[in-house]
């Protein structure tokens, strides 16, 4: 990046993506999350869901865990470690960015 | 949206998309501002750039104004009404969730 960018281009559009983000999130307030809260409480689809969170599990972000409760499978998601840093990382560049915003509107 | 839901789902993808949030941050930093001064600020293709204007034009929030200058067209855009209050509303949502986030961390 060229000095002359505007910060909004250090924006990561893996973690800065509004399901992405959402998913994230919603992680950071859990230690492990089964897949149909996770699905609630961002109000998805499954098939939405899978997709972003492929995106996030490809990227090293979000990991999966599978297991049978009454022969029936589950899956929990969980951030990595790598994942909570992102995270970090994202609202860091969100806080620049509404600070620069909020010094232009005032 | 339901109460249960999670406020990163109250972003809007019109103004949270990374590329889209840097024109709007951009364009509210001056009153007009021609295309390629935006393409540069960005580091954007002219393609990458058109695509995103338009889907900014199309929901109302940046509008276009064509001149010729030695009579080559040059493009100016600037924020509208409805622009800057969308760009307002998305910061004030990003503050909240950097707040709840920062909440979490702490």
Chains 1, 2 share one sequence.
Do not use: Y
Request: glycine share 6%; net charge neutral; proline share 4%.
């Amino acid at each position: 990046m060229t000095p002359e960018q505007h910060p909004a281009l250090e924006l990561d559009e893996t973690t800065h993506q509004r399901v992405r983000l959402g998913i994230l999130a919603v992680l950071s307030e859990t230690t492990e999350c089964a897949f149909p809260v996770l699905r609630e409480q961002l109000g998805l689809t499954d098939g939405n869901l899978s997709r972003h969170l492929r995106v996030l599990e490809d990227a090293g972000l979000v990991e999966a865990r599978k297991t049978f409760e009454d022969r029936r499978p589950r899956t929990w998601l969980r951030l990595t470690k790598q994942g909570r840093k992102a995270l970090r990382d994202q609202v860091a560049i969100m806080e620049k960015l509404v600070a620069r915003l909020r010094a232009e509107d005032g």
